[in-house]
């Protein structure tokens, strides 16, 4: 990616800021798909490697290539480059925006579907995955293609359940507050393809899965809703998230119903380790978050600054985490800790927001603008927070830049810290002051990125 593609205002008027975004830029291209299928897979002949899974071709009748994700495309891509005419058919479902008209493979279909919250393409492209999986052999070999998105693109509504029903949770889920991880929680317990309903579909043939992880300590069957894994889930826990948020009562009804049957016994759970659906499968990430915070932190040392990674677990309420990096970056000021100027801390993970008002922004803009008034007055100090898909939220930005002068600079364009937070509305904050980061889809998804630079 190009370091150009994170120009703001406050970056751009800074003698560092060139080198601010080429450690951006280095985080961002460490987990380039394209280059991340072709380091774990692998032809020596009549030799298929996936990681360091060995499959003899010569003995393969056919080889499908299915998926889901925000990088679904050169993900497909690095597969066909490679194999070629081996690849009888496959089908990848990517969300609307990430492929171009001239994208196209010869052998994989691409879909667009929406995300975050699922349309009925994706159920359409979903249910021509299911019938590409139909009648498989011990065989054939299935090519998985998982990435960021794919919880939403890869749909398939357990019955009884509507494609309305998914969508009216996933809005209250996503509104209250609640992780990924118990989002997709719930979504196993209504989804037929999800908690391991693609390798169910699949079975009995070989199945590969290639996985760029976008969620926090990078549990397989947390990414995508883990289409290809035992579920570690149940009933009981996907109850116990409705309660916890007081959805029980809100909730479609066929949902309710349906975990409410779950928990008495009536339908089966999601298969579990011992199903003979995993027997033949073969899960590996490729890239993630911690991959870009390290290559974030060789860039900001080749740059002649100290670096450090404080963690890859960031998670909470992101106005407050806003808060807690901001005195993160009055404590080095003050005192040079943990590392004295010039310093670039990296963070990595997933916060989330409680929508109160009727704004526009997303995770990583509600972060910068929770940390603006901590942060003012702090000389020559940034945070940069970044969604390494290069779309936050249902924005078209990535994320946003706030500087010392931040707070000043609103007070005299007019615009309120406390109303903006107040409306969930980070989105009108930054973007009046250039500070919005808005790089444009990166096709690519490894979870959220915040930095503090102090120069």
């Not at 490729?286 to 870009?292: D, E």
């Amino acid at each position: 990616m190009n370091p150009d593609s994170f120009n703001t205002q406050s970056l751009d008027v800074h003698q560092d800021g060139k080198a601010i975004k080429r450690v951006l830029a280095a985080a961002i291209n460490a987990v380039d798909p394209y280059s991340a299928v072709l380091r774990h897979l692998r032809c020596e002949g009549e030799l298929l490697w996936v990681g360091d899974q060995q499959y003899d071709l010569a003995t393969i009748q056919r080889i499908l290539v299915v998926g889901a994700g925000k990088a679904g495309f050169p993900m497909a891509k690095a597969v066909t480059d490679l194999l070629g005419e081996h690849i009888s058919s496959g089908l990848v479902i990517i969300k609307e925006g990430y492929v171009s008209a001239d994208d196209r493979l010869p052998r994989i279909e691409l879909c667009e579907a929406s995300h975050p919250l699922p349309d009925e393409r994706g159920v359409e492209a979903t249910r021509r995955i299911a019938s590409l999986l139909h009648d498989l052999s011990p065989r054939d070999l299935v090519l998985c293609l998982i990435s960021g998105g794919g919880s939403a693109l890869l749909t398939a509504p357990a019955e009884g359940i509507t494609l309305r029903d998914i969508q009216a949770l996933t809005t209250s889920l996503l509104g209250c507050g609640a992780t990924i991880n118990e989002v997709n929680t719930l979504r196993k317990h209504i989804d037929l393809v999800k908690g391991g309903g693609l390798a169910r579909w699949a079975s009995p043939a070989q199945v590969a899965v290639l996985i760029l992880s976008d969620v926090i300590g990078d549990q397989l069957d947390v990414i995508a809703s883990g289409p290809c894994v035992s579920d570690s889930s149940t009933y009981q826990d996907a109850f116990a998230i409705l309660e916890n948020y007081a959805l029980v009562d809100t909730v479609p009804l066929a949902i309710r119903e349906k975990i409410q049957a779950g928990l008495r016994g009536q339908i089966p759970e999601t298969p579990k380790n011992d199903s003979p659906f995993f027997t033949n499968v073969k899960n590996v990430i490729i890239a993630s978050n911690y991959l870009a915070t390290q290559a974030s932190i060789a860039q900001a040392q080749d740059e002649g600054w100290a670096a450090m990674l404080l963690t890859t677990h960031l998670r909470g309420d992101a106005r407050q985490i806003g808060r807690a990096l901001a005195a993160i970056a009055r404590q080095v000021a003050l005192s040079g800790e943990p590392l004295p100027r010039p310093v670039c801390l990296v963070f990595g993970g997933e916060t989330t927001v409680v929508l109160q008002g009727s704004g526009l922004g997303g995770r990583n803009q509600e972060l910068a603008l929770g940390a603006v008034v901590d942060f003012a007055g702090i000389p020559d100090a940034f945070l940069v927070t970044l969604a390494t898909d290069g779309g936050d939220g249902p924005t078209d930005a990535a994320g946003a830049v706030v500087t010392g002068q931040t707070l000043e600079r609103a007070i005299a364009t007019g615009i309120s810290v406390q109303s903006s937070l107040a409306n969930n509305d980070s989105y009108h904050f930054f973007l009046p002051l250039g500070d919005l980061i808005l790089s444009g889809p990166t096709r690519t998804n490894v979870n959220d990125l915040a930095f503090l630079f102090l120069l």
